[in-house]
């Protein structure tokens, strides 16, 4: 093997994935929906790989927990028996994003790995491929391999054949206001709220069910260039997968007392006549969509908001890439 460096960048969900497919082969990670998503410019994941006498995972200054490192040593394994490799390595990442805050570091962190690893073993894939083999670290990541507007169809076979991303062009001209509303570690990952949620809440059903017509809308709002009507349908999305969160058994939720007053200050900026919507992932931070002529003001409205601590305006980002 070869040292080898990527980088993946950040990707916001607009129609989220909340759920694993049930009867699915055990490790492939198929997602219950499909998923629409928006790569970003800004947050993103460096990763490197290099040989080593022994797998080493290295994350920035900060501590890797053993479950972290067997999810990084478990990925490497797939990727040496593409490779037909037992080659030993050292991963070395840094998020540009606080880890597992809520801010997707996992979709950027597997989709770096996985570009690194392939690169760094000599296997040889498409982009297609590249992202199957990252949703089987993180169903998110898969969509990070794709710049720009991305798709994750849920697929239907049982070998995730038909499981893929795929980037779907648009000149809709967006940014995604990051509003960060909270610091740490969110206390339960998006795998055990999915899992928990898709065990015990009887709301999950209904999400399922009427997901695939939410991903329709969404697809026609971004072919038509209709941006009202893809964040109404974005913000559709997010309230719908935190009402299977607290109609789960015991119910939870990873809203945080700022989180409600963005939320709320988004309607008020929408009813004052600015156009903006508001979607929120596994974490306490908030993501607006709008128009890049009105992101200055919307950013300047939340940032005054007590409790936020940071806004960042991100536009639409590129694929994950080989660094030289
Ligand atoms: O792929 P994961 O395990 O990071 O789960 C992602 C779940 C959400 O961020 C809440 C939604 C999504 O589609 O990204």
Known sequence: MTPAT????????????????????????????????????????????????????????????????????????????????????????RNDVPTAAGLASSASAFAALAVAATRAFGVSLDERALSQLARQGSGSAARSIFGGFVLLHRGARDDGADCFAEPLPSTLPVNLVVVRCGEGKKDTGSTDGMDHTAATSPYFRAWVDTHAADLDEARRALAGGDLPRLGEVMEHSTLKMHATTLAARPGFFYFQPTTIAVLQAVRALRAAGTPCWATMDAGPHVKVLCAPAVAGAVAAALQAIGGVRGVEVAAPGPAARVLA
């Open 6 to 93: 990527a980088y993946a960048h950040t990707n916001i969900a607009l129609v989220k994935y909340w759920g694993k497919r049930k009867g699915a082969i055990a490790g492939l990670n198929l997602p219950a929906t499909g998923s629409l998503s928006l790569t970003l410019d800004r947050f993103g994941t460096e990763t490197r790989i290099e040989p080593a006498d022994a797998d080493d995972f290295v994350l920035g200054s900060q501590p890797v927990s053993p479950g972290e490192a067997a999810k990084v040593f478990a990925f490497l394994d797939r990727v040496r028996a593409l490779a037909g490799s037992t080659a030993r390595v050292r991963v070395t990442s």
